[in-house]
């Protein structure tokens, strides 16, 4: 089989409402999806999500990978979704220039490869008649991390939000049973204590508390930071400091009590060899789009394991269906993810683009999917209708 066709559209993804944390308010996604036609009659779809603060990408340097990369390398035919695979790994993105504020490292171009590698294994998986998590569970870098599951449990997120829509928010998440909540903490202007004092009444001490900082504290405050916020028992810290200051984490993680998380710091390989080297972390937080794609997360995932450091799953903000379901098959069929964050499609995005609804149900609840490829479907005129911009790749 080979790929006949390969299309990229930006698409405006409206949010139900503003998501805040601690370095940004996000009122819509600039949404890169991507169509892979194969010349068996197979189309498969992939998803991007842009973010300067995490890979240094944009919306704009999106479409220029798009466009300036040569996209022929990837014409020659292949066997099965494995060797589709190997080809995409070892395809190089064209050298598209930084945004100037940003220091380039090697995940910019990461929710490119991400969107490219979810089309054609969606493609290639379909025309070999297996699902992605199949895919995934014979991947070489997966030996050792395999675990089937029927069905996994996704984390609540409370945002930093007023006080009062805090504490709504809590007992929603209570009454809808989530056994592990992440809490944004952080925000300029925010009483952490308070806030993580009425969150940890209402949902009672049996319910996993953790805290993403986004970045927001520097690294000679984080033990004052984190000292009120101890007697409610966080399970995890993520991503107190900048990336920026990320090697101090080594010193700091001695005097804090709470296990480190790695996020806008842990993108890509180097990332995480140095994560590990410089001993900064307990934990990596892989999220699709910001790692790109499938198979660098499950080699992330790997990497993190050898080093006996955990992972979680996280997502992006108002991801659509298509990342919903490929985030699906990574978490039912990879072992030890400690938290799972993602499908909360309904919830979060106007436009899920799937005709199926992949949210999750009480408790966090949602099931695996065993259909052929993603196992989704994607009609085509209504990513056409949304698209503000169709780009031809190949
Ligand atoms: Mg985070």
Redesign the pocket.
Known sequence: MKICSLTAFVVPIALRRPVR?ASHVRHHNDTLIVRCRLDTGHTGWGEGLPRPYVTGETIETAVQHVQQTSWHGLADSFQDPQEASDMLDEFVLADVSAPPEVVPRACFGNSVRCAVELAVLDAACQAAGCSVGEFICRLPEAAGIVRRQKEVFYSGVITSETPGRQRLSAFKMKLFGFAQLKVKVGTAGQDDRRCLRSVRRIVGKNVDLRL?A?EAWQPQDVVSRMEPLLPFAPSCL??PVPHAAVAELADIRSSLAVPV?L??SLCCQEDAEAAIRQNTCDLF?LRLSKCGGIRRSVRLAATAGQAGLGWQL?SQVGETGILSAAGRHFACNIDRIRYLEGSYDRFLVRERLTQEDLTFTRRGRAERIDRPGLGITVPDDRVQNLAEQTLEML
């Open positions: 944390h993403d986004n993520e991503q998380m996020d806008e937080n996280g």
